[in-house]
């Protein structure tokens, strides 16, 4: 019986994936807004109502990583080295996150479509709660505490001013030495 679970999960992401690469090779060729869900559906042979049961909205078949990126978050926080506190895992992870940054022309396929921009903000900000939860268990803070929920909101919403920087690494490093030290001057 693991067999078949197995064979069915696996196809299962079969679909999922050629969903997701049907829908990005389109749009990239054709634009966003020029290209249909049937149209979708029709190149990954399946119907629009399969479509959906693995995409809820034709902007999520562009954001097809959302389990992966939550999990290497939290992840960052979980396992970052002995000596390194959050504050450094996560600028380390962002920048990581910056050097494989998608392809110039899937970046201007998102930043050209309000729908995709705006989605993909939502998108990665939704990850705070989770984040924060893990800041919270890595401090010894009680879940649902402020300054957690506000250096997960920090860490996420900083990613945008990274990747748009000309010079990724030295952003990252300012903004999290900000985070690490507080927002004092001196």
């Not at 050629?18 to 559906?41: C, H, N, P």
């Not at 000596?83 to 930043?111: K, M, Y």
């Not at 649902?144 to 990274?162: H, N, P, Q, Y």
């Amino acid at each position: 019986m693991t067999e078949v679970i197995g064979r069915r999960e696996r196809k299962k992401a079969q679909t999922r994936k050629a969903l997701a690469d049907a829908a990005l090779e389109l749009f990239l060729d054709r634009g966003y807004d020029q290209v249909s869900v049937k149209e979708i559906a029709d190149a990954a042979d399946v119907s629009v109502t399969t479509l959906f049961k693995y995409f809820p909205s034709k902007e999520a078949l562009v954001f097809d990583q959302d389990e992966d990126i939550e999990a290497a978050l939290v992840g960052a926080v979980h396992g970052r080295p002995p000596g390194c506190t959050v504050v450094e895992a996560l600028r380390e992870h962002l920048l990581r996150l910056s050097v494989s940054a998608p392809s110039d022309e899937f970046l201007h396929l998102i930043e050209s479509e309000p729908a995709l921009r705006d989605y993909a903000r939502r998108m990665w900000m939704r990850h705070e709660t989770a984040l924060a939860r893990a800041i919270a268990e890595e401090s010894a803070a009680p879940e649902g505490d402020v300054a957690c929920a506000a250096l997960a909101r920090f860490t996420l919403a900083s990613r945008e001013l990274i990747l748009a920087d000309s010079q990724p690494r030295r952003a990252a490093e300012e903004i999290f030495a900000r985070l690490e030290r507080g927002w004092r001057t001196e």
